[in-house]
């Protein structure tokens, strides 16, 4: 594990560009060169610090949430694009984002998503559930979303209600990855719950295909897959866990210094690292 980029405070979000890098870092939003790590630009976006924020970017604008309010920015730029007030206090911010070509998903506390479309920036409001939402995943014309009270949903986007869900825990599902590299077997969603179970779940039916006990002795998230491999990482362990696809069995696991929480991004044998006690981006070469 190298260190690759140094900021002035732990990196909150990032995206994973061809050529650039842009991290959410305290009230900032700066952008970095791919290949050398170095700073380009950066720009104030808030005037006051906070850890409770969440970046999404995609197709030329970033998407940054703070407890209740939503802000777009042109990703080339950083020039802002719109701010929409989505709630009002601890019972309606916002708990997870996700996004594809036409719109923007954020997920409120309590059970609603609010959609804003991403030319006309027109906003729509939808009772989903009476638990929260942490865990967003786009999947073709569907959603998928995990709760605090453990179901996972499968929402159709055109109408934003529920087609099929399914129970995985009693506690939060915390954290989703959709894996669509398995050739004849379709896609696989892994999730992981609170109760540090990681479960291997089968799109096409929408049925679980494997589940893990303790995978992690405290939360972890699912980071992504790389070759037949798919990769956890737990924060409050400081572990990084290998996972074959197949087997569905542990190969291996890495002790890392991390703490409490962080990103993760995947890209061929590098993997993109944040956690609070990291200033900046570690990577990590999967194969060395």
């Not at 209740?68 to 920015?73: D, G, I, Q, V």
């Not at 998503?113 to 999947?139: A, C, G, N, P, V």
């Not at 696989?188 to 002795?217: C, G, M, P, T």
Request: overall charge neutral; some cysteine; charged content about 20%.
């Amino acid at each position: 594990m190298k260190h690759f980029i140094t900021t002035e405070s732990a990196v909150l979000g990032f995206c994973v560009g061809d050529h650039q890098i842009d991290c959410l870092c305290a009230n900032k939003l700066q952008k970095f060169e791919k290949a050398s790590g170095q700073l380009l630009f950066e720009k104030l976006i808030f005037k006051k610090n906070g850890l409770a924020r969440i970046l999404t970017a995609d197709n030329g604008q970033i998407f940054v949430s703070d407890f209740c309010t939503l802000s777009a920015f042109d990703q080339h730029t950083y020039e802002l694009l719109g701010k929409w007030q989505l709630g009002e206090d601890l019972t309606s911010d916002i708990c997870g984002m996700t996004m594809d070509d036409k719109s923007i998903y954020c997920s409120i506390r309590n059970g609603k998503i609010i959609t804003i479309d991403r030319t006309s920036f027109q906003k729509t409001e939808h009772i989903i559930s009476d638990s929260s939402m942490w865990s967003l995943k786009s999947y073709r014309g569907h959603l998928l979303c995990g709760t605090v009270s453990g179901q996972l949903l499968l929402l159709n986007k055109a109408s934003l209600s529920i087609e099929k869900s399914l129970v995985l825990s009693r506690q939060n599902i915390r954290s989703l990855f959709i894996d669509s590299d398995n050739g004849p077997r379709g896609s696989i969603l892994y999730a992981s719950a609170q109760d540090k179970k990681l479960f291997q779940i089968d799109l096409s039916q929408f049925e679980i295909r494997n589940v893990q006990k303790n995978a992690h002795a405290k939360m972890f998230d699912c980071a992504g897959t790389y070759h037949d491999i798919l990769v956890t990482v737990s924060h409050p362990c400081g572990e990084i866990a290998f996972w074959d696809k197949h087997a569905f069995q542990k190969s291996k696991s890495l002790s890392v210094p991390l703490k409490l929480s962080g990103n993760t991004y995947l890209e061929g044998n590098q993997m993109y690292l944040t956690s609070r006690n990291i200033y900046g981006i570690d990577l990590i070469d999967l194969e060395s």
